[in-house]
């Protein structure tokens, strides 16, 4: 087998998931990861189709299970400013739907399912990053943010949306990011509510705010808001947005806000999509977010990662390790099902964020009737449940 010394740039679900698959058909992959480590647990995701398949290739679905059996939440009720519900979505019947391949579960602990099922057999590096690479016909030079340098046979970029790998060999993000008008926070914070089995949502025309008990007496936060284009860097400035789109909100607004700004682990990002024609360059090739991102509202960016890895994976097995073969096979076989669901995401997207009271209700009324015979179908089409791994 050819070019089994692959370097993976990012220890993401993506590239984790890369990084098994690779072992696994006896390549020799290695890891560095930005990271310190993985002790953020990042925010609440909703788990099903490819990646739900990709799980259970790699036997891990009862190790998941345990994760998710920590946030035992049996409900979602969207309520409006005086906290009086108007639309509720039953945990179990997501789960029937979905033929009980669905789990809730935080960012960081599938991560961290994936790396202890890997650590033994594949090196990581923490707190590294490539300063530079040198994409050669016989090979790539990739220098370290150490200053080391080193030779691998292939590098793959799988370090999110705004990839590292994409950017020294693609070139600037702002040619490939498609900003989709909205931003999103997470945060963890104390449970003050006291509530264990149950997500609250709340809509106000332009914003949406969410919460949900993870366990451990914490509550993960989900602010998402209609913006133009904001030009903020650093904690503090997303905490002044963060303030002036939700400080005049409903509910119980004022207290997530004074939680969020006690914390120190708060996720800020643009709603946007990342579209790119090719996904590799010589020996370099891009998996997850860092070619297909779907946007992080379309509720599978995560298991559409693991299946672009698994695929990936798959091919460069099937082709002995020829990336002149195996590149181009996975980018036919996966991108044109990307490109069909960020186009269905982009229409799911305004569905988070409504805009005026009248979306609000028709929000609500799609909710009720989601699990409603001849709503079924809709909704598992609109969430994209459907799997692309056999
Ligand atoms: C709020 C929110 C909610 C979401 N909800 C869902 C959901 O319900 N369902 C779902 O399936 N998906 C969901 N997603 C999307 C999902 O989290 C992403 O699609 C998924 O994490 C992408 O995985 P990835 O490995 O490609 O990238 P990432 O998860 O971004 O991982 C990239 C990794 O690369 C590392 N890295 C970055 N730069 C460098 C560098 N220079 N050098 C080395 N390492 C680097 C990062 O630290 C990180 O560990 C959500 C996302 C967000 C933000």
């Known amino acids: 087998m050819k070019n089994r010394n692959i370097l993976i740039s990012g220890a993401g679900i993506a590239g984790l998931t890369l990084a098994y698959w690779l072992q696994k058909w006896g390549f020799s992959p290695t890891i560095i990861e930005k990271r310190p480590d993985f002790h953020d647990r990042g925010y609440m995701i909703d788990f099903y189709g490819s990646g739900f398949d990709v799980i259970q290739k790699m036997g891990l679905v009862e190790k998941l299970q345990e994760r998710s059996n920590q946030y035992p939440v049996k409900k979602l009720i969207f309520v409006d400013r005086n906290a ?186 643009a709603v946007a999509q990342i579209q790119l024609n090719e996904w590799h360059k010589g020996r370099v090739a891009l998996v997850g977010d860092a070619c297909q991102c779907l946007t992080l509202l379309a509720g599978q960016g995560a298991s559409m990662g693991m299946a672009g890895a698994y695929l990936l994976a798959d091919e460069l097995h099937k082709a002995d390790g020829d990336y002149k073969i195996a590149f181009p096979a996975y980018q036919q076989r996966l991108k044109p099902e990307i490109e069909h669901r960020q186009k269905d995401a982009r229409g799911l997207a305004g569905s988070f964020v409504p805009r005026n009271n009248l979306e609000i209700a028709l929000t609500h009324f799609f909710l009720n009737t989601a699990f409603l015979p001849g709503f079924r179908s809709l909704f598992k089409k609109q969430i994209g449940a459907r799997s692309i791994i056999k």
């Open 84 to 269: 009086k519900p108007h639309a509720t979505l039953d945990v179990e019947k997501m789960r029937e739907l979905l033929d009980h391949k669905y789990f809730p579960i935080l960012r960081g602990d599938l991560e961290s399912v994936i790396y202890d099922s890997v650590k033994g057999d594949v090196p990581f590096r923490f707190n590294t990053s490539i300063t530079r690479i040198d994409n050669q016909p016989d090979g790539v030079v990739v220098e370290f943010s150490n200053g080391e340098s080193q030779q691998y046979d292939l590098v793959i970029g799988a370090d999110g949306i705004h990839s590292n790998v994409r950017k020294q060999l693609w070139g600037a993000e702002s040619q490939f990011n498609r900003f989709l008008g909205f931003y999103v926070a997470c945060s963890v914070i104390d449970n003050f509510l006291g509530n264990e089995d149950t997500f609250y949502g709340h809509f106000e025309p332009n914003v949406q705010a969410t919460i949900f008990s993870i366990g451990g007496n914490q509550l993960a936060t989900f602010f998402a808001f209609r913006s133009e284009k904001l030009n903020v860097h650093g904690r503090s400035a997303q905490i002044d947005v963060l303030t002036n789109v939700f400080g005049s909100a409903g509910w119980i607004m004022p207290q997530l806000l004074e939680a969020t700004k006690r914390t120190d682990d708060l996720f800020f990002d």
